[in-house]
Nanobody, 118 residues
Framework: VQLQASGGGLAQAGGSLRLSCAAS????????MAWHRQAPGKERELVAD???????DYADSVKGRFTISKDNAKNTLYLEMNTLKPEDTAVYYC?????????????WGQGTLVTVSS
């Protein structure tokens, strides 16, 4: 499985960006999909995740500003980011987890850079 993240770029504080993560096959069978980010000099952190049933969860730092969603028909995961802050600057990675007959597999996208200027 390949995950291709895109949509990063430069935004001003208060602005918006939408990230996409296109999968090379159907995402219907993934148990969980998520977005992580890694800022310079910091560890990678979970930003948001979404289950196969559509339940979502967010890091406190992005609640109310970011929205995770997925389109099974397009095999794509999204992250809508609004009211961006300079501290949102990071490389954003998408992730997909699948559990089949007790075997757990995790896949990562290559990352897309988001830079927010003040």
């Amino acid at each position: 499985v390949q995950l291709q993240a895109s949509g990063g770029g430069l935004a001003q504080a208060g602005g918006s960006l939408r990230l996409s993560c296109a999968a090379s096959r159907s995402i219907f069978s993934f148990n969980v999909m998520a977005w992580h980010r890694q800022a310079p000099g910091k560890e990678r952190e979970l930003v948001a995740d979404i289950t196969s049933a559509g339940s979502t969860d967010y890091a406190d730092s992005v609640k109310g500003r970011f929205t995770i969603s997925k389109d099974n028909a397009k095999n794509t995961l999204y992250l809508e980011m609004n009211t961006l802050k300079p501290e949102d600057t990071a490389v954003y990675y998408c992730r997909a987890d699948q559990v089949v007959t007790g075997l757990w597999s995790r896949y990562w996208g290559q990352g897309t850079l988001v830079t927010v200027s003040s």
